[in-house]
């Protein structure tokens, strides 16, 4: 089975500035996706980006990007020039391809951008 | 286009009582998902449908947990002789076959049991 985890509960960090959340996951899986998801209090849960396992490249969208170590089994986030609208929780997310490819999520991380 | 919706937003039910979720997925996507939220075990995978094959039940906490999707589309989530510890935030999420790594979540409902 898989397992996600995220090592930090909470974090803040003042607007404009530049944040990296954890992750780490355990898998024997060769093929899978790698996730993050952002909840704000509305519930909604949002994609933010997505690494495919076979890509060496690291994803980036906009003011996100990952560092995907693969060996290591880590899945970063880093968010610059954090904007208020970044508060919410983080959710780090695994998926193995193939099968019902369901998503196995972190507990999360609190990231609270302050003004 | 229209996202994912669910019914209702808010549940507020007592101990012993049945309760139904609904979804109503993206138009066109084959997959749907149920997943849990809960405080104490975090996110979880609960069911998966995917068109017309049989659905993956592994994460069905106990039998009083039931799902269906009528005529691929619309899904229910049944809770019988509901407990206090399935109150929790019941979230949905479809996605097209071809691009199942790409769930799109509903709103959720938040399901209180008293």
């Known amino acids: 089975a898989q397992t996600v985890t995220q090592s930090q509960p909470e974090m803040s960090v003042q607007e404009a500035e530049t944040v990296t959340l954890s992750c780490t996951y355990d898998?024997?899986?060769?093929?899978?996706?790698l996730f993050w998801y952002k909840q704000p209090p509305s519930r909604q849960m949002i994609l933010v980006i997505r690494?495919?396992?076979?890509?060496?490249q690291n994803a980036t969208e906009n003011r996100f990007s990952v560092n995907f170590q693969k060996a290591a089994k880590s899945f970063s986030l880093k968010i610059s020039d954090s904007q208020l609208g970044d508060t919410a929780m983080y959710f780090c997310?695994?998926?193995?391809?193939?099968?019902?490819?369901?998503?196995?999520f972190g507990k999360g991380t609190k990231l609270t951008v302050n003004p | 286009g229209a996202g994912v919706s669910q019914s209702p937003s808010n549940k507020v039910t007592e101990k012993g009582k049945d309760v139904e979720l609904r979804c109503d997925p993206i138009s066109g996507h084959t997959a749907l998902y149920w997943y849990r939220q809960s405080l104490g075990q975090g996110l979880e995978f609960l069911i998966y449908?995917?068109?017309?094959?049989?659905?993956?039940k592994s994460g069905l906490p106990s039998d009083r947990f039931s799902a269906e999707r009528t005529g691929g589309s619309v899904s229910t989530l049944t809770i019988q002789r509901t407990q206090q510890e399935d109150s929790a935030v019941y979230l949905c999420?479809?996605?097209?076959?071809?691009?199942?790594?790409?769930?799109?979540f509903g709103p959720g409902t938040r399901l209180t049991v008293t």
């Open positions: 690494q495919e396992a076979y890509k060496q």
């Open positions: 997310a695994f998926m193995k391809q193939g099968g019902s490819e369901k998503l196995v």
């Open positions: 898998t024997s899986e060769n093929n899978y996706y």
């Open positions: 449908f995917q068109g017309n094959s049989a659905p993956d």
């Open positions: 999420a479809s996605s097209t076959r071809g691009l199942r790594y790409e769930q799109y």
